[in-house]
Every structure is written in C-alpha cells, then in structure tokens.
C-alpha cells in the first residue's frame, strides 16, 4: 500500500480489511464496564471522530469502531458499548471489526464484520 496526497484513504475500509487488529497500548485507555474491562482509543478523521473499542483480556477479538459526527463525546461510550452488544458485537470472539455510526438519536450499523 503506497500513500498518495491525491488520494484519500477509506479508513473503516480499510480497517475492515484487516482483522483482527490490537488497539495500541500507548494512548489507548481501559473502561471497566459491567465487570469487564475494554481498551479503547479515540482519533480524529475528515468526517469527525471515531473510538475505536476492544475487549481488554482477549488479544483477537472483534473491535468495535464507532464513528461519531463531531468531537468525541466519551459520555456515548458506555451506552455505544452497550448497544453494539444488544446489536451483534463480539468482543470475545474473532471477526473483521463492527463499524457502526451515531445518529441523532440512536446508533446505526455500517458494517457487522462476519
């Protein structure tokens, strides 16, 4: 893969292509949340913010990458965590990332990754 500044890279694509993918230690954050422990990572993008969340205790599991429309408000991350498992997320299990993106109100799907 050659990086060119005429060309604009699809990030959650590209993601999605590669699995599974380690959040990096350094930088990244733990959550404990319902008894279990989460790393996560937040980043800017062209079209706003996206966390990018694993399960801490497993080292392949399935990421979950939730954009958001604006700057990232961490205040979304339990309930985005909460809704990606209700909606199909496996954090213990290995798959391609689950993308999903926040709405006005709710959260929506973009890629399941299996």
Not at 8 to 16: E, M, T
Not at 17 to 28: D, E, L, Q, T, W
Not at 47 to 73: F, T
Not at 80 to 93: L, S, T
Request: with cysteine; hydrophobic share 40%.
């Amino acid at each position: 893969f050659i990086f060119s500044p005429t060309h604009s890279i699809d990030f959650p694509r590209l993601l999605a292509s590669v699995s599974p993918m380690a959040i990096p230690k350094k930088g990244s954050r733990v959550m404990a949340h319902h008894d279990k422990q989460y790393r996560w990572y937040a980043r800017a993008t062209e079209k706003g913010s996206e966390i990018l969340v694993e399960y801490n205790e497993i080292s392949d599991g399935q990421l979950l990458i939730i954009q958001l429309p604006k700057v990232c408000n961490l205040g979304l991350l339990e309930p985005a965590v909460d809704w990606a498992v209700k909606n199909g997320w496996k954090p213990a299990e290995t798959h391609k990332p689950l993308i999903m993106r926040k709405n006005r109100d709710t959260f929506k799907i973009i890629e399941l990754g299996y």
